[in-house]
């Protein structure tokens, strides 16, 4: 799958930013009840399609950027918090940034079948739970990292 990627400076940090717009994906987001975080998806593909994205940022550092279609849904944000530590302020600063920014073709690999194995490779954050959410009404914050959460709370 073809994808876009766009350089972002926020501050001192040097991040590259995946943008897609969730109506485009055929992906959904939204707080529920105040605490359950519903990722919605049209079928299969788009699952596997989040799960690609997921792996991209545990395998390039990339923040990928989930943009909500209208005020009922919430953007998502993944991010692996240790390499770029990112709080809801920062994470403003790139939503005004990005279309500005030229961003760059990128061919994401897709997932495109059902295999456990992946899982082993993130074995460590099933367990030692370093996988933590922070969502509301209008954002939610994936972060991969137990380290990256210190940040984020901070």
Known sequence: ??????????????????????????????EELGHFLLIDANDSPEMFLMSSLFKHVNDTNDVVFLQ???????D?????????????????????????NKPRKFELAVIR???EA???KWESWKYEKQLKIHADSHLAMLNTSKLGFEFVDA
Request: charged share 25%.
């Open 68 to 74: 909500r279609e209208n005020q009922f849904n919430a």
């Open 118 to 120: 992946i899982w082993d």
């Open 1 to 30: 799958m073809i994808i876009e990627r766009t350089e972002v400076k926020v501050g001192t940090l040097q991040l590259t930013v995946v943008h897609l717009k969730q109506k485009d994906i055929g992906i959904t987001v939204r």
């Open 113 to 115: 079948n059902h295999d």
């Open 76 to 100: 998502l944000v993944i991010f692996n918090g240790a390499v770029n530590p990112l709080g809801r302020k920062m994470i403003k600063e790139i939503k005004s940034i990005i279309n500005h």
